[in-house]
C-alpha cells in the first residue's frame, strides 16, 4: 500500500514554526516511502477562517520547499459528506441533543483541586426541544457497540480510552461538524495511511478511533512527534509569542535553511 500523509491546518492566523515542524514531518514521512503528502484546509470553522490565510499558508509551505500532490481539500466544501456521516450516527440513536451554555459546561467541567472533568452527560436524557444546540457522541453506547478499538502510535499498540473524552461534540452551533468528525470522515476519504501529527492530538485519537469503528472507516497507523519547544522549554505557538513564517520571510530568511535547522532539531 502506498504511504499517503497530509497536512490540516486552520486558516485562523499565520503557521509559525511549531506548524513547519509537523508540515516537516509529515511530508518528510512520505517523501522517504516514495508516498504522496497531501495538503487539507480545514475551514469549516466560518467565523474564524480567513481566505487571506489561506495563501499565506500555501506560500509558507513553498518557501519551506515542501511540495504537496493533487490538489488542496477545503472542508467548507465537504459539509454534506459530514452531514451524511451526523446522520448515519443519529440512525445508530448514538448522538444526542446537547442545550448547554458555555457558561453552564465551564460550571459543569469545573472539578475539584482545578482538575478537568469530561462532560457528565447533562443532556443526555434531556427533552428535545426548538433551540439551537449542538450534537454529542454518547460515548459510553459508541464505545459498547464497537470491538476492538485499539490503535497504533509509531508502530506500538495502544488501548483505546474513548471514555474518559466524555461525551464529544461533533456538530456544534455554530458550525456543521466538529474537529473529531470533520478529520475522522476526511482522512479516511483521501486514503490517508499515516496520520504525522503532534503529542497535542494524542488524546483526540481515541475518539477518531471510535468513530472509525462505527463509521466503518479504514484505521490508519498514527504517529505522534514530540511538539517544538524554544530555548525556554515552551511550546513555539502563536499565544506564547512564536514568529510566523510570513514574518521570517518578510525578514530575509532562507525557507530551506529554515527547514534544514528544524530537521536537525535546531530551532
Known amino acids: 500500500m502506498s504511504v499517503v500523509t497530509r497536512f490540516a491546518p486552520s486558516p485562523t492566523g499565520r503557521l509559525h514554526m511549531g506548524h ?4 516537516i514531518r509529515a511530508h518528510d514521512f512520505a517523501r522517504a516511502r516514495d508516498g ?30 515542501l511540495t504537496w500532490d493533487g490538489e488542496v481539500v477545503f472542508q467548507s466544501t465537504r459539509l454534506d459528506v459530514y452531514a451524511a456521516a451526523l446522520a448515519q450516527l443519529r440512525e445508530m440513536e448514538l448522538l444526542y441533543r446537547c442545550y448547554c451554555t458555555r457558561a453552564e459546561i465551564a460550571e459543569a ?39 476492538d478499538l485499539s490503535w497504533t502510535d509509531r508502530g506500538q499498540v495502544v488501548a483505546n480510552a ?3 473524552q466524555g461525551d464529544v461534540v461533533l456538530a456544534r452551533k455554530d458550525a456543521p461538524a466538529s474537529y473529531h468528525l470533520a478529520v475522522t470522515v476526511d482522512d479516511a476519504a483521501q486514503g490517508v495511511t499515516d496520520v504525522v501529527r503532534g503529542r497535542d492530538l494524542f488524546e483526540a485519537t481515541h475518539v477518531h478511533r471510535v468513530l472509525q469503528a462505527l463509521l466503518g472507516l479504514p484505521v490508519p497507523g498514527w504517529w ?26 518578510e525578514a530575509g530568511m532562507d525557507g530551506r535553511e529554515v527547514a534544514a535547522k528544524l530537521r536537525a532539531g535546531v530551532v
Open 36 to 65: 504522496r503528502f497531501l495538503l487539507r484546509i480545514e475551514d469549516i470553522d466560518g467565523t474564524r477562517s480567513r481566505s487571506e490565510h489561506v495563501a499565506t499558508i500555501m506560500e509558507d509551505l513553498r518557501w519551506l520547499g
Open 224 to 249: 505522534h512527534h514530540d511538539l517544538l519547544v524554544g530555548a525556554d522549554g515552551m511550546r513555539l505557538a502563536k499565544r506564547h509569542g512564536a514568529p510566523t513564517l510570513a514574518a521570517l520571510r
Open 162 to 164: 474513548a471514555l474518559a
Open 20 to 23: 513547519a515542524f509537523s508540515a
Open 109 to 147: 467541567l469545573a472539578a475539584p483541586h482545578g482538575a478537568v472533568a469530561a462532560y457528565p452527560g447533562t443532556c443526555r436524557h434531556a427533552p428535545t426541544r426548538d433551540v439551537p444546540h449542538c450534537w454529542r457522541l454518547d460515548m459510553a453506547a459508541a464505545v459498547a457497540r464497537c470491538g
